[in-house]
C-alpha cells in the first residue's frame, strides 16, 4: 500500500552524529545553480533566510524501497519530512524564510514526487552531485535505481540547514525523527537564536 510512504514503523534505527556535517556551519554556498521543480535553476548563493533540507530518497507508491532500507540509520522517512515541512509552509513564509528541498533524484522524479504530494516548495536535484562534492556533503550509497529510485547510488544524509546571504548559518544533523524536523527548525527560528558567523 501506498500509505506506508507517510507513516514510521516503530523502533527505526536512531542515526547518531559522525561528525559529517561539522564542517557545514558557516559554509559559503558554491557559485553554482541547481536544477529546480520550480522550472529553471536556482542559484545557490542567492539564497537568503531560506532552510534548506536534505533527504536521501523518497519512495514510489506501490513499489518496495528496497531490502534492509529500513535498517540503514536515519534512511526511512523522506515523504513524512517533505510533507511536515508543506503543512507549515506558511508558517514559515510569515517569518519572511522560503523553504527548499535537495535530494540527489533526478528532477523529473522530485516533480512526480512534488505533484503527487502537493510540495509547495523548490526541490533542488544534485543528481550530478556538483553540491555534494563540492561541500563534502555526508552520504551515504544504494543502489536506488534497482528500486524506481531516480538518481545515482550515492544519496545525502538527511539535514536541514538555515541560510542567510548564501552563508550556511546553522545545521541540523542528523535528523531524527524526520517528520519533526519541520517543526524543530521552525522553533528554531522563532526563538531568533541565529548562531554562527
Not at 18 to 40: C, E, I, N, Q, R
Not at 45 to 70: E, H, K, M, S
Not at 148 to 174: C, N, Q, S
Request: one cysteine or more; charged letters at 15%.
Amino acid at each position: 500500500l501506498s500509505s506506508h510512504l507517510f507513516h514510521l514503523p516503530p523502533n527505526l534505527p536512531i542515526p547518531l552524529d559522525d561528525g559529517g556535517a561539522a564542517h557545514l556551519p558557516g559554509a559559503k554556498l558554491p557559485d553554482f545553480s541547481l536544477p529546480s521543480t520550480s522550472g529553471g535553476c536556482v542559484p545557490l548563493t542567492t539564497l537568503d533566510r531560506a532552510v534548506i533540507f536534505f533527504y536521501p530518497r523518497t519512495g514510489v507508491p506501490n513499489q518496495p524501497t528496497g531490502p534492509d532500507w529500513d535498517a540503514i540509520p536515519g534512511a526511512r522517512g523522506c515523504t513524512p519530512q517533505s510533507c511536515a515541512f508543506r503543512d507549515l509552509a506558511a508558517e514559515f513564509a510569515a517569518l519572511g524564510v522560503s523553504i527548499l528541498a535537495c535530494s540527489t533524484q533526478t528532477t523529473d522524479f522530485q516533480r512526480e514526487f512534488a505533484r503527487r504530494n502537493h510540495i509547495p516548495f523548490p526541490i533542488l536535484s544534485d543528481a550530478d552531485l556538483v553540491l555534494t562534492r563540492a561541500l563534502r556533503l555526508p552520504t551515504f550509497d544504494y543502489p536506488i535505481d534497482a528500486f524506481g529510485g531516480g538518481g545515482p547510488p550515492t544519496l545525502i544524509k538527511r539535514m536541514a540547514w538555515y541560510v542567510e546571504r548564501g552563508t550556511i548559518r546553522h545545521v541540523w544533523y542528523p535528523v531524527f525523527p524526520p517528520n519533526t524536523n519541520a517543526d524543530e527548525v521552525l522553533s528554531w527560528l522563532r526563538t531568533g537564536q541565529k548562531t554562527g558567523p
